[in-house]
């Protein structure tokens, strides 16, 4: 059961313009949400995290906005680079195991030049 | 500091052989968790470590996997009898205990043959 959803596996952006990434979840107990980069041949890094408390987190280039109503949340990339071009996940602990995180699938970014 | 480390960092192997992949947390980090990513596919959690015991293994997808981690540290991930479809990226992450950030290592590729 895919309790965490990204519906678009491929995003091309223009260096310099914005980068946004769409992440929708079923699951309305979820709490915490997490943001994941990877390069091809690396594990993924962390980016950035949104509690269910806020709307809205900010850090650098990067701000995540959680709609909860909606059950969605974006990733906001500005200026996009080119070394922002990877996968990026976003993600969610289960709520009866906090260690399980459920990933979507994924989307691929490439920032062209 | 040093971040997770995995090893080997590719296996390949014969189909019916035994493999035992190797994860070194964070220094400090109680919690280890192990993920896989088959081709194409999103990451898909197999079992975390709170110290040395196992809350959840709730992903392992067969009795042919199976893990440990022994003295809060190192972690084993032994697949026997490996099969075809265990061919995938075996990710290692390591935290905080209930800190929503998981910090991954580079991963250990596998390919059944």
């Known amino acids: 059961d895919q309790q965490v959803k990204q519906n678009s596996p491929s995003l091309s952006v223009q260096e310099g313009r914005i980068s946004i990434l769409n992440c929708d979840y079923t699951n309305s107990m979820f709490d915490y949400f997490l943001w994941y980069k990877k390069y091809p041949a690396e594990g993924p890094t962390f980016l950035i995290s949104?509690?269910?408390?806020?709307d809205k987190n900010e850090d650098g280039r990067f701000t995540v906005f959680l709609n909860k109503s909606a059950k969605h949340l974006s990733l906001h990339i500005v200026p996009s680079q080119p070394g922002d071009s990877a996968v990026y996940f976003c993600?969610?602990?289960?709520?009866?195991?906090?260690?399980?995180?459920?990933f979507g699938a994924g989307t691929q970014v490439v920032v062209t030049p | 500091g040093a971040g997770v480390s995995q090893s080997p960092s590719n296996k390949v192997t014969e189909k019916g052989k035994d493999v035992e992949l190797r994860c070194d947390p964070i220094?400090?980090?109680?919690?280890l968790y192990w993920y896989r990513q088959s081709l194409g596919q999103g990451l898909e959690f197999l079992i975390y470590f709170q110290g040395n015991s196992a809350p959840d293994k709730s992903g392992l997808p067969s009795d042919r996997f199976s893990a440990e981690r022994t003295g809060g540290s190192v972690s084993t991930l032994t697949i026997q009898r490996t099969q075809q479809e265990d061919s995938a990226v075996y990710l290692c992450?390591?935290?905080?205990?209930?800190?929503?950030?998981?910090?991954f290592g580079p991963g250990t590729r596998l390919l059944v043959l």
């Open positions: 993600a969610a602990p289960t709520t009866d195991s906090w260690g399980k995180l459920q």
């Open positions: 949104i509690s269910s408390i806020k």
């Open positions: 220094s400090g980090h109680t919690a």
């Open positions: 992450a390591s935290s905080f205990p209930a800190q929503g950030a998981q910090y």
